[in-house]
């Protein structure tokens, strides 16, 4: 099983729809969960980090399931800015120090 | 204003040469990493730095050399010996205990 995995898209989706992306991850003892923003030819940008009880930022909500090793990001009435590359990134406390695993992304394309 | 900075932006090299990407940082960080991103992958941790005159090889570090000499400074060394060196260069820097990493603009580098 890969690290963490999530589907590639892309999602095509109209402005103002709701769209959801889910990501997978196989180590059960990370802690930290982030989802990192990426635009074409651009370095990632930290969209939000995700908590146990569910958080939300503006549009955005990020939910995280550690039973199931499976975490959410849930934008709502997508606007044309929105479009970029999600990335899914989770820590490896087996490695020393402080390691971030990388999903290969989920492309989204906002249009009008 | 802090940030971090990459320099060239871009880099072309003929096989065989050895080249060094220049990161710098001016958010007062301890930790330093240097990630590769390929087309459609995601991010591959080459090698990692918690503190001055320390560092740990990441995943794919053959064929990579780094220093440490300044807290603010992390260079990465493209050395001849990597085979497949054309990819997109990525140096990050964190807060030591706090898993959220922030990137430079990156380097692409390509062999000619």
């Known amino acids: 099983r890969k690290e963490v995995e999530q589907d590639p898209g892309p999602f095509n989706v109209p402005e103002g729809a709701t769209v959801a992306f889910n990501c997978t991850y196989s180590n059960s003892a990370s802690q930290s969960f982030f989802w990192y923003r990426q635009d074409c030819r651009k370095e990632p940008k930290l969209l939000m980090s995700?908590?146990?009880s569910g958080n939300e930022d503006g549009r955005f909500t990020a939910q995280l399931n550690r039973a199931s090793q499976y975490i959410s990001l849930l934008i709502r009435d997508s606007k044309l800015s929105d479009s970029a590359t999600y990335l899914c990134?989770?820590?490896?406390?087996?490695?020393?120090?402080?390691?971030?695993?990388f999903g290969k992304g989920t492309t989204l394309s906002v249009s009008s | 204003d802090g940030g971090i900075t990459q320099s060239p932006k871009y880099l072309f090299r003929k096989e065989g040469q050895n080249v060094t990407l220049s990161c710098e940082q001016n958010?007062?960080?301890?930790?330093m990493y240097w990630y590769r991103q390929d087309p459609g992958q995601g991010l591959r941790l080459i090698y990692y730095s918690q503190i001055v005159n320390d560092f740990q090889k990441g995943d794919i570090a053959e064929g990579y050399s780094v220093s440490r000499e300044k807290k603010e400074s992390f260079p990465l060394t493209v050395t001849s010996a990597q085979k497949n060196p054309t990819a997109f260069y990525l140096c990050a820097s964190s807060i030591i205990g706090m898993d959220e990493q922030f990137f430079g603009p990156g380097t692409r580098l390509t062999v000619l």
């Open positions: 995700v908590y146990s």
């Open positions: 990134v989770v820590n490896s406390p087996n490695q020393a120090g402080t390691a971030l695993i």
């Open positions: 958010l007062n960080h301890d930790a």
